[in-house]
C-alpha cells in the first residue's frame, strides 16, 4: 500500500507563507490535502489530479494556496500564502486507492501566530 510523508510545517507569523510537502512511497492518481483544527471536524482544502490540470480548494482558503505536483518525485505540495490564526491546524495529505480517500499521511503541524 502506498505511504504518504507529510513534511514542512511550522509556527509562521500572520501574512506569513508556508509550503508543504507531501512525498508518496509510490506513484499516485488524485491527492488532497485537509486539515484538522482541535475541536473541529477535518476539513477539505484541495485536491489535484494525476495530470495536475485538475485542481480544486476549499472556500476558506481559496486565492491563498496552491496545490502542484511533481510527478518525477512522487510528491505534492501546498504552498500557503497569506497565512491567518485560523489556518493552524494539522495538515494532512491523502490519495484515492479507490473511490474515496482511504490512505493517509500521518499530519504535519501547521501554527499561525497573530
Known amino acids: 500500500q502506498v505511504q504518504l510523508v507529510e513534511s514542512g510545517g511550522g509556527l509562521v507569523q500572520a501574512g506569513g507563507s508556508l509550503r508543504l510537502s507531501c512525498a508518496a512511497s509510490e506513484r499516485t492518481t488524485t491527492m488532497g490535502w485537509f486539515r484538522q483544527a482541535p475541536g473541529k471536524e477535518r476539513e477539505f482544502v484541495g485536491s489535484?489530479?494525476?495530470?495536475?490540470?485538475?485542481?480544486a480548494y476549499g472556500d476558506p482558503v481559496k486565492e491563498r494556496f496552491t496545490i502542484s505536483r511533481d510527478n518525477g518525485k512522487n510528491t505534492v505540495y501546498l504552498q500557503m500564502n497569506s497565512l491567518k490564526p485560523e489556518d493552524t491546524a494539522v495538515y494532512y495529505c491523502?490519495?484515492?486507492?479507490?473511490?474515496?480517500?482511504?490512505?493517509w499521511g500521518q499530519g504535519t503541524q501547521v501554527t499561525v501566530a497573530s
Open positions: 491523502t490519495t484515492a486507492t479507490g473511490s474515496t480517500w482511504d490512505v
Open positions: 489535484i489530479n494525476q495530470r495536475g490540470d485538475m485542481i
